[in-house]
């Protein structure tokens, strides 16, 4: 069985500061993993990936990931935030070796602060 | 750049009846998946073609729900009868099967089903 966990429902942060948004995942076997933003009433759009060598993952619109396999974490980062990130945030796992699915976590709310 | 296309977006419907949604993938992609998204929750997967086989529908419920890709390119995925509890946003998803599970899977905007 794999399962994503995102502990925070709702991430705040003021413009131009960091952000984190957490997200813990369990697999059996090594773990791909995704990270997808979602807007209001539309579908979700990637924003990167996860599958093999370096452990700093960038992706689209300067978000980045850290892939920790001891912790089995895979948070999203981004140095300075944006109104405009504002949105709900997926983290999603896919065991190499299993299903192609992707089972998604139950979604962090980003609210950043002009 | 080449988008998933999904319709209706909105969709009002009461219980018992039937209701109907359609999804495009990108063009060139093998596999196609519907998620289900309960307001509030993550997206849940119904069902995986690739091409025109079904790979997984383990998760749809057989006795309301239908889905056919018959030609390998687009899907249709039906409710019948509708219940109260189907209310959500229903997503389609594409992927190339080239890598397999390392590839990204590209999502349609949804349709938003409500049942009354």
């Known amino acids: 069985a794999q399962s994503v966990a995102q502990p925070e429902d709702q991430v705040n942060v003021a413009e131009g500061n960091p952000l984190t948004v957490k997200c813990t995942y369990s697999?059996?076997?090594?773990?791909?993993l995704f990270w997808y933003v979602q807007y209001p009433n539309r579908g979700l759009q990637f924003l990167l990936k996860?599958?093999?060598?370096?452990?700093l993952v960038k992706g689209s619109y300067g978000f980045e990931a850290e892939f920790n396999k001891s912790q089995t974490s895979f948070h999203l980062k981004k140095p300075s935030a944006l109104v405009s990130d504002s949105a709900l945030y997926f983290c999603?796992?896919?065991?190499?070796?299993?299903?192609?699915?992707?089972?998604f976590g139950s979604g962090t709310r980003l609210q950043v602060q002009p | 750049e080449a988008e998933v296309a999904q319709s209706p977006r909105y969709k009002i419907t009461e219980k018992s009846q039937a209701v109907a949604f359609w999804c495009d993938p990108i063009?060139?992609?093998?596999?196609l998946y519907w998620y289900r998204q309960i307001l509030g929750q993550g997206p849940e997967l119904l069902v995986q073609?690739?091409?025109?086989?079904?790979?997984?529908d383990s998760q749809l419920p057989k006795d309301r729900f239908s889905a056919e890709r018959l030609k390998g390119v687009d899907s249709t995925l039906k409710i019948q009868p509708a219940e109260l509890g189907d209310s959500a946003m229903y997503l389609c998803?594409?992927?190339?099967?080239?890598?397999?599970?390392?590839?990204?899977?590209?999502f349609g905007p949804g349709t938003r089903l409500l049942v009354l």
């Open positions: 998803a594409s992927s190339p099967s080239v890598r397999g599970s390392q590839e990204t899977q590209y």
């Open positions: 996860y599958i093999t060598g370096d452990n």
């Open positions: 999603a796992v896919r065991d190499a070796t299993g299903r192609r699915a992707l089972t």
């Open positions: 697999v059996s076997g090594n773990p791909y």
């Open positions: 073609f690739q091409d025109e086989s079904v790979v997984d």
């Open positions: 063009s060139g992609h093998a596999t």
